[in-house]
């Protein structure tokens, strides 16, 4: 097709021309999608780690209802965090609305639930392998989370990158609560949305191009830290 | 180095995002049709070299853009439909509704024209016709302005045409642009602002069939809103950048766009 | 290498304060896993000090043994009485070390110091352990790439960091080679000088041989024998121990 040569040919010159205004576009997509990874991970990981190595209750409940919301549709988390940052909403005071702020507790919402649920299985797999030695070491819960945190490390750091990914992508949710709002809350989705409505398909695909390639960057990048990691034996 | 700049700034954008969206700044809830025209790009650093007020618009259909000024989740509201924009003011929302300009709709079709309908100027005639010959009509169907004009003029020509939704009549249910890419992509006549189709660039083989009629008045209105409903509203600010657009040099602005030496918007704010 | 083990003797006298939690009586223990009886009724008399080698065919429950000793797990029936009355707190008191060691992912000195961490010991005790179990050259390379007989050791270190007043071995040196096998005697056989109990499982007759001051023999999930070493080897008592020590096959 015509227009997917002339999206490669526009990526590159966007790219290559330094074009302020896609650097800015993509700058406050990483910023938005990695502080929304970094605290997802920061809650999703300890009760991930929780959920896996305890025995209670209502456990399986608990594993569903974390497995489903893996599924959350992006637009229903964007209402939802829309209904209570709006200015008529429960939170309207803290005039969050059409912030990076607001989009990045609609990421967290949506992707934490992901990174809970993967990790529960990561760290479930290794706290089978340890749990009678670490029984045997008489460590208490919080020692057991803490050190399986940190030896199953490189596997979660993947862990991370799934939900990275999915708050880089995901549309629904940050164009409803930023409102894609040129130079404020303008990312790289919401941009291709726009793009793609103004029917300037080939400006939406090299947009899109871009997206791509810096999804690859990142996961090449922690690709080649879990392969240093293999070698020592410590993935 | 670089590192710290980024988890500075994003410090910044967490701790500082409220206040920064605020002082110097207003939200316009407004139709996609003048964002994706490109309209604002050549208004608003006018406006912001003149008085420092930052304008964020945030572009969705008319009845969501209504709906989140009736949260407060906006400054001023700046759509196109009247009926709904003068029930937004007679209930408090809005301070006082202002005529700023109009631009008219066309009905754009396939090359073929299977429908026949192409240099037709009585659109309820053109209408019916396609209902007739059950050639695919894609409406927006989302509430918005566009969508409430479309199913008035359908109501003059005697058609009820969501009997045949999912038939003939598909209810795409997405912004003007998207409707657009679909009803292209499956040989559907679509209805559209002529501002949209002009700086439209995904148009293939499709081009303007029905026009010329005065039902077809697209008439857009400016509303700040009232801050006896929502008192976040940024007041001042608000009423300024309303004011400029009725001004004279606003209107000329407007009058000044064009795309590929088209007029898009021709502002008729009263004097 | 005697630093190491100077440490431990000298931590023996903080602990010395408490109760010791030998000698040890078992009574009437069962354990059953649905229709499957692993232990029938299994008692059980252990001294203060040496080392009990526990012998018997595979499915003796020997493992299982052990695990209910170290309170990893909890009898169908019955008691296992420490200090004879049922200390509380025996775990913590006590190490274990697996037939397959887990090791952490990390390297070997962090496989040590997370041990003295977790329990609260002296963290600047780390390298003469590793000193004594040989393993000081590799302390910074990762713990998974040691080999065999180089985990089973590290192992030893770790459980020799917790000061166990008992330590028990599951056929800790199965699949090792000689060379490696004799090592970890040697640091086993040192820690039973200073005065940890040793509890050794093996099927390794020669390795009995060496280590044993007494051997307790399981079959049937009872204790079949109990009895030093000078007298089991040249003559067992029950039947079937003559015949594992021959080589017959026992089920």
Same mark, same amino acid.
């Given at each position: ?165 999915? &708050?880089?992508?995901? $549309?629904?949710? +940050? /164009?409803?609560? =930023?409102? %894609? ?6 990312? @790289? *989705? ?15 695909? &090299?947009?899109?191009? $871009?997206?791509? +390639? /810096?999804?690859? =960057?990142? %996961? ?6 879990? @392969? *240093? ?7 | ?271 | ?251």
């Amino acid at each position: 097709m015509q227009s997917i040569a002339d999206a490669l040919g526009l990526a590159a010159k966007l790219v290559l021309s330094g074009d302020p205004d896609l650097f800015e576009i993509v700058l406050l997509s990483l910023q938005v999608s990695l502080t929304a990874t970094v605290i997802a991970c920061l809650v999703g990981f300890p009760v991930g780690a929780l959920v896996a190595i305890s025995r209670f209750r209502g456990r399986n409940a608990v594993l569903i209802v974390m497995n489903a919301l893996m599924g959350l549709p992006p637009v229903v988390v964007g209402l939802l965090v829309y209904l209570h940052l709006s200015r008529s909403g429960p939170l309207g005071f803290l005039g969050l609305l059409y912030t990076p702020t607001a989009m990045i507790i609609a990421q967290i919402i949506l992707i934490a639930p992901i990174i809970a649920a993967l990790s529960q299985q990561v760290i479930e797999d290794l706290h089978s392998e340890y749990s009678e030695q670490f029984r045997s070491l008489c460590l208490t819960r919080v020692q057991t989370v803490q050190a399986l945190l940190w030896d199953a490390r490189y596997s979660l750091l993947t862990v991370g990158l799934a939900g990275f990914g999915r &708050a880089v992508a995901e $549309v629904g949710a +940050v /164009i409803i609560v =930023g409102g %894609n709002i040129d130079h404020l809350t303008r990312v @790289m *989705t919401t941009a291709i949305a726009l793009e793609t409505s103004k029917g300037d398909l080939a400006l939406a695909l &090299a947009l899109g191009i $871009v997206l791509l +390639v /810096i999804a690859l =960057g990142v %996961n090449a990048a922690v690709h080649s830290v879990r @392969m *240093t990691a293999a070698r020592q034996a410590y993935v | 180095m670089l590192a710290r700049k980024f988890m500075a700034t994003t410090a910044a954008l967490i701790i500082g995002g409220a206040a920064w969206a605020q002082d110097q700044s207003i939200i316009v809830q407004s139709t996609t049709s003048t964002a994706n025209s490109g309209l604002y790009d050549y208004l608003l650093p006018i406006f912001q070299e003149e008085t420092g007020i930052q304008v964020n618009v945030v572009a969705v259909g008319t009845g969501q853009a209504i709906r989140n000024a009736e949260n407060c989740d906006g400054d001023v509201l700046l759509v196109h439909a009247k009926p709904s924009e003068e029930k937004f003011v007679s209930a408090g929302f809005g301070t006082e509704r202002t005529d700023l300009m109009y631009n008219d709709f066309v009905i754009v079709g396939p090359a073929a024209d299977p429908a026949g309908v192409g240099g037709m100027n009585d659109v309820q005639g053109a209408l019916a016709k396609i209902a007739e010959t059950g050639v695919l009509f894609a409406s927006r169907g989302d509430d918005s302005g566009t969508h409430k004009k479309e199913m008035a003029l359908w109501a003059d020509s005697g058609v009820d045409p969501t009997a045949a939704s999912g038939a003939w009549y598909r209810e795409i249910g997405s912004g003007m642009g998207a409707t657009l890419n679909a009803g292209i992509g499956m040989g559907a006549y679509v209805m559209t602002d002529r501002a949209t189709w002009i700086s439209f660039g995904n148009k293939q083989d499709y081009a303007i069939t029905v026009q010329g009629d005065e039902d077809m008045f697209n008439q857009y209105g400016v509303i700040p809103v009232n801050p006896a409903k929502c008192p976040s509203v940024n007041v001042d600010a608000a009423q300024t950048f309303a004011d400029w657009l009725v001004s004279d040099e606003g209107q000329d602005a407007i009058a000044a766009y064009t795309v590929a030496d088209q007029q898009l918007f021709f502002p008729n704010a009263p004097d | 290498m005697s630093d190491a083990m100077a440490m431990t003797t000298a931590s023996d006298a903080v602990d010395a304060q408490k109760m010791p939690i030998l000698p040890l009586a078992v009574r009437d223990l069962v354990l059953r896993f649905g229709d499957v009886t692993v232990l029938d009724g299994l008692c059980l008399d252990l001294g203060a000090s040496g080392c009990t080698v526990v012998m018997g065919p595979n499915g003796s429950g020997k493992s299982l043994l052990l695990k209910l000793l170290h309170g990893l797990m909890q009898p169908t029936a019955g008691q296992i009485l420490w200090d004879r009355h049922g200390a509380a707190d025996v775990t913590a008191r006590q190490a274990l070390v697996f037939q397959k060691p887990v090791l952490l992912r990390r390297s070997v000195a962090a496989n040590v110091d997370f041990v003295l961490k977790v329990r609260g010991k002296d963290r600047a005790r780390r390298n003469a352990l590793l000193d004594h179990v040989g393993l000081a050259h590799k302390a910074d390379q990762p713990a998974r790439l040691l080999s065999g007989g180089e985990a089973q050791r590290l192992a030893l270190a770790r459980a020799l960091a917790t000061d166990p007043e008992v330590m028990f071995l599951d056929e800790p040196t199965a699949s090792l080679d000689p060379a490696s096998v004799l090592a970890i005697e040697q640091i086993v056989s040192e820690a039973r000088d200073s005065g940890v109990r040793i509890i050794f499982v093996t099927h390794d007759m020669g390795q009995a041989r060496r280590m044993a001051d007494d051997v307790v023999f399981l079959h049937r999930g009872c204790v079949a024998e109990h009895s030093p070493a000078s007298k089991f080897f040249p003559e067992p008592r029950c039947d079937a121990a003559r015949d594992y020590l021959n080589g017959r096959i026992v089920v």
